[in-house]
């Protein structure tokens, strides 16, 4: 079964509009030839016939003036005989011309008579024959008549008979030449219908050429306007699709009505459209397990993929929920899971609406990070910090979520989330083996990073950060340095800090924390032990639960009762007992 193609509708506009122009020359032509002919037959019948009947009018007066010549001749007192016999010859020609004119005039009437392919009065075309023939026979018998008994009577020299017998053949010329002036008149008058005929029928072959032209166009534009919209509609239909498909709405296919090419390619179209539907629901899927963004870069950015790995400056998170795991135990599978998915989704909330790139889960711990390509350098340590101070503010409020997720009446209040930041140059890549590969950090900043969530638990604080960070941060964020670490796996001290808040949103109360806590600290560090306890104690009056505050205090009462040996730059180390 052959199928209709764009190519096949195509030429068949092409030839239906050739077979519509090809119609209306044929009937042009047709009407074109019959207002030839009519024109012919006016030209060469009708103005002819009438041209005879004048001719045969001035051959009848030629006639008339040679058999005068031929008396005048006669009379005269010597006759000029040859002149005579002349004028004879004269008269007898121009006779006989006259019966040619009128039978080349009957001749070209009875031909338009006989024409049936034009329209002709043939009734009056055939009195004006008979006419013609009556006045032509009246001619010779009555003139026939008078001239031969003038003739006799010049040969008599009966001059005064010949005068009268003249006189006579005027008359009877002038009745001849009036009766064919008759015939003239109507032979005439023919000529002008026919004339008018002829106009009349050009005239309308003219509008009918006009009403088949204009109707060969009209039928045209409607075979092409409705073989183009054939041709349109589902390309219009499959350009709609395209936007939507643009648009990112992949939820929808283009319905195939016809079986040319477009309607192949719109088949490929929803093909297209179906596969697109499912990686996209990969995507989502993988998106689920892994931050789209990586994602993204990992399918549509190559360099993503590389396992060489790059070094930059990077910013990482590490967030735990103290005390989690002693209050997990006695859960079933399934109340553990629900937990640990509100847990973990309301702590993700944050860091992924400051843009932060959560790499994975470990257990109730969350690991973040932010920078390039993610994140602009002078965005990635304000944006980390934000996220952290949400997610505290989200750890209080799910503190009165647990009881109702877990079933009891409380829940210990040791149960807090803690954070660590740091900012620093780590090794960013695909990094795994050939078997399974996973888009990551690694480094000094991870460890560090992952090293102050879990000094939170000495000092009672919330979240801790690098130095680096408060330097990149400290535009947006307010900071109080809280001590010099040297924690574990490395032996030169940090400087940590503890995250405050935004800037310009401080209490009262927490701006009188900061100045006292940082003279403790000044006096802690150069071993004024009094000074420090006092400005410590001073930081709990404005803030009664202080966490830092209140280890300092308790770190300065061993000092007093064990004061450090040998020379101390204030440095407190992990792994100090």
């Not at 009519?38 to 005879?52: P, S």
């Not at 009379?75 to 016999?85: G, I, K």
């Not at 040969?155 to 005027?170: I, K, P, Q, Y």
């Not at 701006?511 to 930081?539: I, M, P, T």
């Amino acid at each position: 079964m052959l199928q209709p193609t764009i190519r096949k509708q195509i030429l068949g506009i092409a030839m239906g509009l050739i077979v519509l122009m090809a119609v209306t020359s044929v009937l042009s032509s047709v009407m074109a030839r019959r207002i030839a002919h009519q024109l012919d037959e006016l030209t060469t019948k009708y103005v002819e016939a009438y041209g005879h009947l004048a001719r045969m009018n001035v051959r009848s007066l030629e006639q008339a003036l040679a058999l005068r010549r031929m008396v005048i001749a006669r009379m005269q007192p010597s006759p000029d005989q040859a002149a005579v016999a002349e004028q004879q010859k004269v008269y007898e020609a121009k006779s006989l011309q006259v019966d040619q004119e009128a039978k080349a005039a009957r001749g070209l009437v009875n031909s338009i008579i006989d024409d049936v392919s034009t329209e002709s009065d043939n009734a009056r075309l055939g009195r004006i024959d008979d006419r013609i023939e009556t006045v032509n026979n009246d001619l010779r018998r009555y003139l026939g008549d008078e001239h031969k008994r003038l003739l006799s009577l010049l040969e008599a020299g009966n001059f005064s008979e010949v005068s009268a017998s003249l006189a006579r053949t005027e008359t009877l010329r002038d009745e001849f030449n009036q009766q064919l002036d008759e015939v003239r008149k109507d032979m005439l008058a023919q000529v002008r219908a026919d004339a008018a005929v002829t106009m009349r029928d050009q005239q309308r072959a003219i509008l009918i050429s006009v009403i088949l032209t204009a109707l060969a166009a009209i039928l045209g534009l409607l075979f092409s306007f409705f073989v183009s919209t054939g041709i349109t509609r589902p390309v219009r239909r499959l350009l709609e699709g395209t936007r939507a498909v643009e648009a990112g709405r992949l939820d929808g296919s283009i319905d195939v009505t016809t079986r040319d090419e477009i309607g192949q390619l719109t088949a490929a179209f929803n093909k297209m459209v179906e596969q697109l539907r499912h990686k996209e629901r990969m995507r989502e899927t993988f998106g689920r397990y892994i931050d789209p963004r990586v994602a993204e870069g990992l399918i549509e950015r190559q360099s993503l993929t590389a396992t060489d790995g790059q070094r930059r400056v990077m910013t990482v998170l590490f967030c735990d929920m103290k005390g989690f795991t002693s209050l997990s135990e006695g859960m079933t599978p399934q109340g553990l899971v629900k937990v640990m998915n509100h847990y973990l989704s309301t702590m993700s909330g944050p860091i992924r609406s400051q843009q932060g790139i959560i790499d994975k889960y470990i257990g109730d711990a969350i690991m973040a990070y932010w920078g390039p390509p993610f994140n602009e350098d002078a965005d990635q340590a304000r944006l980390a910090c934000l996220a952290a101070i949400d997610m505290a503010d989200r750890g209080t409020a799910l503190r009165t979520e647990l009881p109702e997720l877990l079933g009891v009446r409380s829940v210990p209040s040791e149960c807090d989330v803690r954070i660590g930041v740091a900012t620093g140059e780590v090794l960013v890549g695909s990094i795994g083996s050939e078997f399974m590969m996973s888009y990551t950090v690694m480094g000094d900043a991870v460890n560090l990073a992952s090293r102050l969530e879990g000094v939170n638990k000495i000092y009672g604080s919330h979240a801790l950060v690098s130095e680096a960070t408060v330097k990149a941060a400290a535009d947006a964020i307010e900071f109080r340095e809280v001590d010099r670490l040297v924690v574990v796996g490395q032996t030169r001290p940090v400087t940590v800090f503890e995250i405050i808040g935004r800037k310009g949103e401080l209490s009262p109360a927490q701006l009188s924390l900061l100045q006292r806590y940082s003279d403790g600290l000044a006096a802690y560090r150069v071993r004024h032990w009094d000074d420090a306890l006092a400005a410590f104690n001073e930081a709990l009056e404005a803030v009664p639960a202080d966490g830092p505050s209140m280890t300092f205090v308790k770190r300065i009462d061993g000092f007093k009762a064990n004061p450090p040996a040998g020379a101390w730059d204030g440095s407190w180390y992990l792994d100090h007992k």
